[in-house]
């Protein structure tokens, strides 16, 4: 029902060559619909998509990984956002930066440095974050993107917890009651339930193993990316984020932290962002013109996205390969059509 205009946006897209596939759910506190249309894989020859199917949900691990472990440190008093970074991490050298200021883009680090490729093994790279990448802005000046900061995180989760895979097993994946949703494929015995991501010249066709360069050096051990998840992990997550931290009856975040979801941190800059890196009723992203003011989104380079809706009540997951077999895909137009379409169904339903 909610779906069925977005499903016909998807079949285009699909079938005039566009992306490979898609499964996609509209998800409520206590319900859900899910879907899917066309293909897990093109290359080396097509294969059916399945409801099962796993996606890279590259930087959706983000918001879906990194925040939510972030969030438990501050819960067990470990750290707190305002906790500067150098108290946690000894070799830092940026002595004003906040665990807050890197959780919302706001940090200064630089968007990007091609020269990670250089880098052979996650000690390097750790050195080259803190010795090479720029740091165009002072902190609180602007919203910058960067994986950077976020990989700065994932490292603050390794200090105290050691293993960012096991600690996402135990705190979140765990408890939401899946075996669908984690780090490292190849741990679990799942690379070919995977849906492929590009092909590359250097690694051929890529599936079950993290796409992002600089996760993929890190091992898919990262802050910025590397989980992998069907569309019922996702739907789950969601629920836990609409049911203010508890799913199935069992508390995982507390009702204050999901709370620090609900407000904007980034007023006055140049993207609207809440804790944790989400946009936030910003209405300049590809969640369509229908948006809520107090909305999360969230996308994922290979083609993924979550939207949650605190005024609706609802969220709405899509899951693509879109970067299969390369990145010649036109996921931004898709992710506005099919949004809207979800959105204005939900609105006729529930008046």
Aim: proline residues 4%; glycine residues 8%; aromatic residues 10%.
């Amino acid at each position: 029902m909610y779906l069925d205009e977005g499903k016909k946006i998807i079949k285009r897209y699909v079938d005039e060559g566009l992306l490979p596939g898609a499964v996609f759910a509209y998800v409520t506190k206590d319900d859900c619909e899910k879907d899917c249309y066309g293909y897990k894989a093109l290359l080396p020859e097509k294969e059916a998509l399945t409801m099962d199917t796993l996606y890279d949900l590259a930087s959706l691990s983000k918001v879906i990984g990194t925040a939510p472990m972030i969030f438990k440190l501050t819960e067990e008093g470990l750290i707190s956002m305002k906790m500067k970074v150098s108290s946690i991490l000894e070799d830092f050298p940026y002595k004003d930066i906040t665990v807050e200021d890197l959780m919302t883009h706001t940090s200064g680090i630089a968007a990007d440095d091609k020269n990670y490729k250089k880098c052979k093994d996650p000690e390097e790279l750790w050195d080259f974050v803190m010795k090479e990448v720029e740091w165009p802005c002072k902190r609180k000046e602007k919203v910058i993107y960067s994986c950077f900061g976020f990989i700065i995180l994932g490292k603050i989760i390794e200090h105290y917890k050691k293993d960012i895979p096991s600690y996402f097993e135990d705190v979140i994946a765990s408890p939401l009651g899946t075996s669908n949703l984690f780090y490292r494929p190849e741990d679990h015995g799942r690379m070919k339930d995977c849906a492929p991501t590009e092909v590359t010249e250097a690694r051929g066709i890529i599936q079950g193993e993290v796409h992002d360069g600089k996760a993929h050096i890190l091992n898919g051990r990262a802050g910025n990316a590397g989980i992998f998840s069907d569309i019922d992990g996702l739907i789950r997550y969601t629920q836990m984020i609409l049911n203010d931290g508890v799913y199935n009856g069992k508390k995982i975040l507390e009702k204050a932290t999901i709370d620090l979801l609900k407000k904007p941190y980034t007023e006055g800059m140049n993207e609207i962002r809440t804790i944790g890196g989400w946009f936030f009723g910003d209405p300049n992203q590809s969640n369509g013109d229908y948006i809520s003011k107090h909305s999360l989104y969230h996308t994922g380079f290979t083609g993924t996205s979550l939207y949650i809706d605190f005024d609706r009540g609802c969220g709405i997951i899509l899951l693509a390969n879109a970067i299969h077999p390369s990145r010649d895909h036109k996921m931004i137009e898709i992710r506005n059509l099919f949004h809207d379409q979800v959105l204005l169904k939900a609105d006729e339903v529930n008046g």
